[in-house]
């Protein structure tokens, strides 16, 4: 069955940096697009980024533009988020989520991993 398991939140200062990984399980996971998502307390879900099958294509949100970089390691079937410069409005719970193929959005998700920024 498809598992996807993140890892890598946690509390940072603002301006600091965190890289939350998802370990990808039970499907072929070089064959398929891969987003994060994220939800902030009290607010619905909000796609962050989007990844192609290769890794040669990404897609963010433009709130984080320029400070986050999705990337992934098929051989290591690891979808990976590097956030930079975190500011007060990132904190949520991060998802990581599977592309249901052909272009049908996204059909698993993770448990998520809570980001929190604070001074």
């Known amino acids: 069955q498809v598992q996807l398991v993140e890892s890598g939140g946690g509390l940072v200062q603002p301006g600091g940096s965190l890289r939350l990984s998802c370990a990808a399980s039970?499907?072929?996971?070089?064959?398929?697009?891969m987003y994060w998502v994220r939800q902030a307390p009290g607010k619905g879900l909000e796609w962050v980024s989007a990844?192609?099958?290769?890794?040669?294509?990404?897609y963010y949100t433009d709130s984080v533009k320029g400070r986050f970089t999705i990337s992934r390691d098929n051989a290591k079937n690891t979808l990976y988020l590097q956030m930079n410069s975190l500011k007060s409005e990132d904190p949520a719970m991060y998802y990581c989520?599977?592309?249901?193929?052909?272009?049908?959005?996204?059909?698993?998700w993770g448990k998520g991993t809570p980001v929190t920024v604070s001074s």
């Open positions: 039970g499907f072929t996971f070089s064959s398929y697009w």
């Open positions: 990844l192609n099958t290769g890794g040669s294509s990404t």
């Open positions: 989520a599977k592309g249901g193929g052909s272009g049908n959005g996204m059909d698993y």
